[in-house]
């Protein structure tokens, strides 16, 4: 899968070890109800791209499921833009997505999951 390497030490200072493996993740991101169709495109937009500066890549489309009714009250409000998002990265950069993601004051609520391969078994007869 991968190989043991140095740590690698970049010019701002961080450690980083070369060669570690990337795993699949799957983010879901509620965007606020008050934002332009515009605005929530362009906040979208602005999220992939900072998963693609710490080194993730999209896999696939952005799914982009539109505003929704919220199951109950988050803050102040009732609905959202609902945004799920396929990835591929390393465990660090899953973790930097996920800090970005509570930073931003325009995601209502985040939930990043490690997608597992599903192997199925043949189900004798």
């Not at 030490?9 to 980083?16: F, N």
């Not at 009732?78 to 396929?86: A, K, L, N, S």
């Not at 997505?97 to 199925?120: D, G, P, S, Y």
Request: net charge negative; proline share 4%.
């Amino acid at each position: 899968m991968w190989a043991a390497a140095d740590p690698v030490v970049s010019v701002e200072g961080k450690v980083t070890v070369a060669n570690t493996p990337t795993i699949d993740y799957e983010v879901t991101y509620i965007l606020r109800p008050h934002l332009e169709d515009a605005d929530a495109e362009a906040q979208v937009t602005h999220i992939a791209d900072q998963l693609r500066q710490t080194g993730g890549e999209v896999v696939g489309e952005i799914d982009r499921l539109g505003k929704r009714r919220l199951a109950y009250e988050i803050g102040d409000s009732r609905e959202g833009f609902f945004v799920v998002m396929r990835f591929k990265s390393d465990a660090a950069q899953a973790k930097e997505l996920e800090r970005l993601l509570r930073l931003n004051e325009n995601v209502i609520r985040a939930l990043l999951i490690r997608r597992e391969e599903v192997k199925e078994t043949p189900v004798p007869a």
